[in-house]
């Protein structure tokens, strides 16, 4: 029995080795091809990936719940939502700010499994080069036009979806190449300490009196003798 083992390892050793030696080999047969990216591709390149491909993020607003666990999964804090009130309707809550920094995103997926109604997915989006890498933070919520959450319905089972990747190249289109991008997430401001009240001045103590000198003090008790 061990000897038997021991040869099929041998085996299954030889023909993985094979394997991949024989794709390797077949390539010194075949003639070099350069492809002329972008502009002489056969097809855009986004539409030859898989379709698990994970590129940039791209949220749809219509089904967005608010429940902010794609913040609280994302382990490098490249998201900011903000939930507030409705004025109109306190009851209502409504989404001021909806930013992702794609250029800080390292596309783990962790924001979108958690997710209730695949509101936010990847995309087979990443062309976004820019001159600025401010331009790379999508800004889904506008402040002073927030969007109300949405209320999911009981027994519901599907979501309607844009077609991925349209609301990001639009996105992307939108900012300018030469200049930074308007919605930079600026370093959270540090709260301003109060002024100190300055101590009051200590009074100085009294100097205190000269000592007497050696000879006068010597000179003391033989007067008082005398």
């Not at 390539?27 to 590129?55: F, N, S, W």
């Not at 109300?148 to 319905?153: A, E, F, L």
Request: net charge positive.
């Amino acid at each position: 029995m061990p000897e038997t083992e021991y040869f099929q390892n041998v085996k299954d050793t030889v023909q993985s080795f094979w394997h991949g030696l024989s794709i390797t080999l077949s390539y010194l047969l075949r003639r070099p091809i350069t492809t002329q990216y972008p502009d002489r591709t056969p097809l855009p390149v986004r539409e030859t990936l898989p379709p698990r491909y994970r590129g940039f993020l791209e949220v749809d607003v219509a089904i967005c719940t608010g429940c902010q666990a794609c913040e609280r999964a994302c382990p490098i804090s490249c998201m900011q939502l903000t939930l507030e009130k409705d004025p109109a309707n306190p009851k209502q809550r409504v989404v001021s700010q909806f930013d992702i920094d794609e250029a800080k995103c390292m596309f783990c997926g962790l924001c979108v499994e958690p997710c209730p109604t695949g509101s936010i997915q990847h995309t087979r989006e990443f062309e976004g080069s820019q001159r600025s890498v401010r331009n790379l933070t999508l800004r889904w919520a506008d402040p002073e036009k927030p969007f109300p959450v949405y209320k999911v319905p009981k027994g519901a089972e599907y979501f309607p979806r844009a077609p991925l990747g349209s609301l990001v190249r639009a996105k992307l289109a939108e900012r300018p190449w030469h200049a930074p991008g308007p919605e930079f997430l600026p370093p959270a401001a540090e709260p301003a300490t109060p002024p100190q009240k300055a101590a009051p001045a200590k009074k100085a103590a009294p100097a205190p009196a000269p000592a007497a000198p050696v000879a006068a003090q010597a000179a003391a008790p033989a007067a008082e003798k005398a």
